[in-house]
């Protein structure tokens, strides 16, 4: 069956950096893309980024442009989420994602939480 495990997740200081992993089994995973979301409390779940299943397009939402940056190696079946000049509003719960067969699967989370 369909796993992804997210960890790296951690207090953090404002202007600080992070790096998040997602392992996944259950599928091959180089032939599908992967996304990472996250979930602020009291808000609703949003993408973060998007990278195509050989890595070779990435893309971002608006708020983490220039300070995030996804990333995926194949042969671990893992994809990161590297996250640099961290804020205070970064502060959430980040999921992976993959569509498969038409349905949406899930990793737990790790939370992040941007503070000093």
């Known amino acids: 069956q369909v796993q992804l495990v997210e960890s790296g997740g951690g207090l953090v200081q404002p202007g600080g950096s992070q790096r998040l992993s997602c392992t996944a089994s259950?599928?091959?995973?180089?032939?599908?893309?992967m996304y990472w979301y996250r979930q602020a409390p009291g808000k609703e779940r949003e993408m973060v980024a998007w990278?195509?299943?050989?890595?070779?397009?990435?893309t971002y939402a608006d708020p983490v442009k220039g300070r995030f940056t996804v990333s995926r190696d194949n042969a671990k079946n893992t994809v990161y989420l590297q996250m640099n000049s961290l804020e205070p509003e970064d502060t959430a719960a980040y999921y992976c994602?993959?569509?498969?067969?038409?349905?949406?699967?899930w990793g737990q989370g790790t939370q992040v939480t941007v503070s000093s």
């Open positions: 990278i195509t299943n050989l890595g070779t397009y990435t």
């Open positions: 259950g599928f091959t995973f180089s032939m599908y893309d």
């Open positions: 994602k993959v569509r498969r067969r038409g349905v949406d699967y």
